[in-house]
């Protein structure tokens, strides 16, 4: 997927933290549900005690000071009246209320016990304010506004000034609570219980946040620890496509990791071991083919015949070039040069010189602004070879140089004929070489290319041949301004 990153690092930290972030809202909405149930009945239970208490207090009281006393302890929270006509049963047109209105009677019949009769209506509480002339003080509980049932604020306020001072607003319900006194009397309580339990938890939040960004510190350097061998794989991968004989990979870690790094290691031995091997194989038939090169050239020698004689010494001399540009392939595969500050521009004047002294036209556009770190003898010989083909197969040469500040880019241009598009890779393997122009005829060997590529991907870099539209071939050398 597109909206997926791409590194193993950040895919692996996307997961874990949107995981944990999904975790955490789950578990905020649990809590959040829970809480708000949890204080509403902590309040419930609260109110209803409350309640519990005034009517024992009424019902030991003499009922003339009855008044007074509910004077007292009327609340904006709990109003109490004394002359409401007795309330209807709570019926089952709701049954959510319903429930609640059975759940705070209970409640608070285990607190009265069974001496008293109750009643409990459950409804909406409308916004109010405080006390206030006028707040709710007629009767008839159940009535319209100017009573203090579902209702808030005296008749004709209306606006902030219906509310007191520093008074918030609240919407919750109100449980009508009527119970009867042991000589008959009716008390009548409006219970409210506003929604400030669904007020924002800020301290649960912060505390979350708290917790998500030490989440999120972990998970980074965790991931990090994890995924760094698999990095300092990929590079050791590169970095031996660049040096064969690179240091080897230490071994420590976790089991897995050190059994990886270990495998890559015998790779690296096992590969240093081949390229040796051919390299001397390669060698050694240098070294036997010379001798008998060499009989056969005194022998030719000592022909009478001159047409014959020629013959034989251009055989003598292919085979020779082809051990030479052989041997020329396997020290460039196994150069043990160090590497180093090379520049550039001279370099090429030089090629250019040689090449000028053979008749050859070679002319150079572009500069190289700095110092290009590489192997000065290898990088000399992929770029002799480049400039040599395209003098020899199309007659001159031009050098275009593009620096950059992450990459280096030589393009060697020629006005020959070009080569097929379908064998433009081809040309790069070994031995493998053209019909036509492009044969063992005019000197080549089929090797140059495959050196010059070679030596380009051991700098790190690339080399391709492409066709140009106005006629000729071109060879970009794009080298990386960074080798080990």
């Known amino acids: 997927m597109r909206l997926l990153p791409r590194s193993l690092f950040a895919r692996m930290v996307l997961i874990l933290l949107g995981g944990l972030m999904a975790a955490q809202l789950l578990s905020f909405a649990i809590h959040w549900q829970e809480r708000g149930e949890f204080i509403m009945r902590a309040m419930g239970t609260r109110s209803a005690q409350r309640i519990a208490d005034i009517v024992t ?3 030991s009281i003499a009922a003339a000071d009855r008044a007074r006393i509910v004077s007292v302890l009327d609340s904006p929270r709990l109003r109490i009246s004394l002359d409401e006509p007795p309330l209807l049963p709570v019926t089952d047109d709701d049954a959510g209320k319903a429930e609640q209105a059975e759940q705070y009677a209970a409640v608070l019949q285990r607190a009265l016990g069974e001496n008293y009769p109750l009643v409990v209506n459950v409804t909406d509480a409308r916004p109010w304010g405080g006390p206030g002339p006028g707040y709710g003080m007629g009767p008839g509980m159940m009535g319209g506004p100017g009573r203090w049932g579902t209702d808030a ?6 606006g902030p000034g219906a509310f007191g001072p520093g008074m918030r607003r609240h919407a919750g319900i109100s449980f009508i609570v009527q119970a009867r006194l042991q000589d008959g009397t009716l008390v009548t309580f409006n219970s409210r219980q506003s929604s400030e339990a669904v007020n924002w938890p800020y301290r649960l939040l912060l505390s979350l946040l708290v917790l ?7 998970t980074l350097v ?4 994890v995924t760094r061998p698999l990095k300092t794989l990929a590079e050791a991968a590169q970095g031996l496509g660049e040096d064969i004989n690179r240091p080897p990979l230490a071994e420590h870690g976790p089991l897995e990791v050190r059994g990886a790094a270990r495998a890559f290691n015998t790779m690296q031995k096992k590969l240093v071991k081949f390229i040796a091997d051919r390299t001397r194989i390669f060698a050694a038939m240098s ?7 060499t009989r056969l050239r005194l022998r030719a020698e000592m022909l009478d015949d001159a047409e014959l004689r020629a013959k034989f010494e251009k055989d003598l001399l292919e085979m020779e070039a082809m051990v030479g540009a052989a041997l020329d392939f396997m020290r460039g595969l196994d150069s043990q040069e160090s590497a180093q500050p090379i520049d550039v521009m001279a370099l090429l004047e030089s090629l250019q010189a040689d090449a000028r002294e053979v008749g050859g036209q070679v002319e150079i556009e572009g500069a190289a602004r700095v110092p290009y770190r590489g192997h000065p003898q290898t990088l000399k010989r992929c770029l002799g070879n480049l400039i040599d ?3 020899k197969y199309g007659n001159s040469a031009t050098i275009i140089v593009e620096d950059a500040a992450e990459r280096l880019r030589i393009c060697v241009r020629d006005a020959g004929p070009g080569i097929p598009e379908a064998a433009l890779e081809r040309v790069f393997e070994p031995f493998h070489r ?3 122009s492009r044969n063992r005829s005019t000197g080549g060997t089929g090797l140059g290319l495959t050196i010059a ?8 870099g690339e080399l391709v041949l492409r066709n140009r539209p106005e006629g000729g071939l071109e060879a970009v050398l794009t080298l990386p301004r960074t080798i080990s």
């Open 287 to 293: 070294h036997d083919l010379k001798t008998p090169i």
């Open 389 to 391: 083909n395209a003098v």
């Open 212 to 218: 998500l960004a030490a989440v999120f510190a972990v």
């Open 222 to 225: 965790a991931v990090r620890w």
């Open 434 to 436: 053209l019909e036509g």
């Open 453 to 460: 590529r070679s030596i380009a991907q051991a700098h790190g």
């Open 153 to 158: 604020g005296a008749p004709g306020q209306s």
């Open 57 to 59: 207090l009424l019902d």
